[in-house]
């Protein structure tokens, strides 16, 4: 089976930084991607790694080891907004053709002052 | 540019009744998805298509049926509510699903079966 594994809750300061780690076993693998969601939204793209290391953008880094089987979001600078639920997301062949995302159950990350 | 849009935003439906959820997407892709969304469960795939006329099975889909007669629509039904079937309901659509090539998602319709 295919399985993704996040902390359900954490907690950080404004201003801080703070690391959330994915763990994923799946049978085929085409890259990783992070989602943030707030709460009642859509799911909106963060980051996309496919080979080993860490993709940076702004506040937002990824990080990725394939052999380890392991991804995580770093986000620096905490501000109040960033409050939400962020999704690590596998995307793997799919045999109907393609590609297929799957998600694991998310992790809601609270930013306190 | 709308994005992808969801119809209708809320429902409640009564155990047995069908309805069917509408999703449009206005950015000429060729995949589009539907997922359900479930406190503890995560973003889990219904059906999903990848192009006109196609359709495939995800993890989730008994109790689903879905059809993709245009390329920007693709409709989720229910044809005998369950209230299992009580849930957040995505809608996303893709260019591909390829390095890259992120999932753009609708603002979901939220279901409620009594």
């Known amino acids: 089976g295919q399985n993704i594994d996040q902390p359900t809750e954490m907690t950080a300061t404004e201003g801080a930084i703070v690391q959330i780690n994915c763990t994923y076993q799946?049978?085929?693998?085409?890259?990783l991607f992070w989602y943030q969601q707030h709460a009642g939204e859509a799911p909106t793209f963060l980051s996309y790694?496919?080979?080993?290391g860490l993709e940076e953008k702004g506040r937002f880094s990824s990080f990725l080891s394939r052999s380890k089987g392991y991804s995580y979001l770093l986000l620096k600078e905490l501000q109040m907004k960033d409050s939400a639920s962020y999704l690590c997301a596998v995307l793997r062949p799919s045999t109907g053709g393609g590609n297929k995302l799957t998600f694991g159950t998310g992790t809601q990350l609270k930013v306190e002052l | 540019n709308a994005g992808v849009t969801q119809t209708p935003k809320f429902r409640v439906l009564k155990t047995g009744q069908s309805m069917t959820l509408l999703c449009a997407q206005d950015?000429?892709?060729?995949?589009m998805y539907w997922y359900r969304q479930d406190p503890g469960m995560g973003l889990r795939l219904i059906h999903y298509?990848?192009?006109?006329?196609?359709?495939a099975k995800g993890e989730v889909p008994d109790g689903y049926n879905v059809s993709r007669l245009k390329k920007q629509n693709f409709l989720l039904g229910l044809e005998s509510a369950a209230p299992s079937q009580t849930s957040v309901y995505f809608c996303?659509?893709?260019?591909?699903?390829?390095?890259?090539?992120?999932?753009?998602f609708g603002p979901g319709t939220r279901l409620l079966v009594l």
């Open positions: 950015m000429n892709h060729e995949y």
């Open positions: 799946t049978s085929g693998f085409n890259g």
């Open positions: 790694n496919v080979l080993d």
């Open positions: 996303a659509s893709s260019r591909v699903l390829a390095r890259k090539e992120t999932q753009y």
């Open positions: 298509s990848v192009g006109e006329g196609t359709t």
